[in-house]
């Protein structure tokens, strides 16, 4: 594979961009605004002069990667890529509605990807009449620094699509951990949905506050950063939505967000992003 498309210029989007054109990929970054689109660029580049700075690749190799990364807002760009990975927000029918346009643009043997945390393959490729070329390449936030990616294989995904989705995955430089059932959030999200729950239900009854319980797993288990730490950088938002995923297709009531969550959501305590979540961020 060598020409990759990706769909959506958000933080996921643009890190998956950028990691693609520094691997040698010839990158398509596709969005419906074209404001999202300069500021992915803005982003990769600033990115990139950070890597540069710090001695982990040439000026030279900053530019070429660059130069590498297509725009536009029109989604039929798509239609000589080998691999095509949607990345948009966690909304199942924005997803669907994207998915069914590939299935129509996208080149037959192309590899159509989905970005996603928590929503089942077999949803999304249920929608197309290629299924079995439908993966899930669950990549972290931010991408350029997180070593792992998720492949989910949905209920007809073929070895073929899971080895391509493998391929690129690996040559980005990610470790690559496979999903063999297609269960909602996957093995990652199940387990920090779990205790991200159980975390904030702690914080709500008063039983500990939010950084006595991120120093409890940080220093009681070895995590790099507590839960609720996590779901200030992933967003409260998402993190709760996710986790709403998740109890709507198991009505597992540990994947339930509590009060405290909801609320936050809706008062815009969304976490890093907006300023202010378990913690306040300047």
């Known amino acids: 594979m060598s020409a990759v498309t990706i769909v959506g210029a958000g ?3 643009a890190g998956i961009a950028q990691v693609a054109a520094s691997a040698g990929y010839d990158v398509i970054l596709v969005d419906t605004a074209e404001a999202s689109l300069t500021k992915a660029v803005d982003q990769i580049s ?18 070429a990667a660059l130069d590498r990364i297509t725009t536009t807002t ?13 990345a948009v927000f966690e909304n199942v029918e924005v997803k669907k509605e994207i998915f069914v346009a590939l299935d129509a643009i996208a080149k037959p043997d192309a590899v159509l990807a989905t970005n996603t945390s928590a929503i089942p393959i077999t949803t999304i490729a249920a929608v197309t009449s290629r299924p079995e070329a439908v993966v899930g390449t669950h990549f972290f936030s931010p991408v350029p620094m997180m070593k792992l990616c998720e492949l989910v294989r949905g209920y007809k995904t073929s070895d073929d699509t899971l080895a391509k989705a ?11 951990i496979v999903v063999n ?7 990652t999200t199940r387990l920090i949905s779990a205790l991200a729950m159980e975390a904030a239900a702690l914080v709500e009854a008063g039983v500990a506050s939010a950084e006595d319980v991120d120093i409890a797993c940080r220093l009681g288990f070895g995590h790099a950063m507590g839960p609720l730490q996590t779901a200030d950088l992933t967003g ?3 993190l709760t939505n996710a986790s709403l995923n998740i109890y709507a297709d198991t009505q597992d009531e540990k994947f339930a967000p509590p009060e405290l969550l909801r609320r936050m959501v809706v008062a815009g305590d969304l976490g890093q992003k907006s300023g202010k979540g378990f913690y306040t961020y300047n």
Not at 166 to 176: L, M, P, S
Not at 181 to 187: E, I, K, L, Q, T
């Open 46 to 63: 600033g990115s990139l002069a950070k890597f540069a700075a710090k001695g982990r690749l040439t000026e030279g190799e900053r530019d």
């Open 181 to 187: 059932r297609d269960v909602a959030g996957f093995v």
């Open 236 to 238: 409260v938002d998402i």
């Open 74 to 86: 029109d989604l039929h760009a798509a239609d000589s890529s080998d691999l095509i990975v949607e």
């Open 11 to 13: 933080l996921m989007g």
């Open 166 to 176: 493998r391929e690129f995955a690996e040559n980005v430089g990610k470790t690559v």
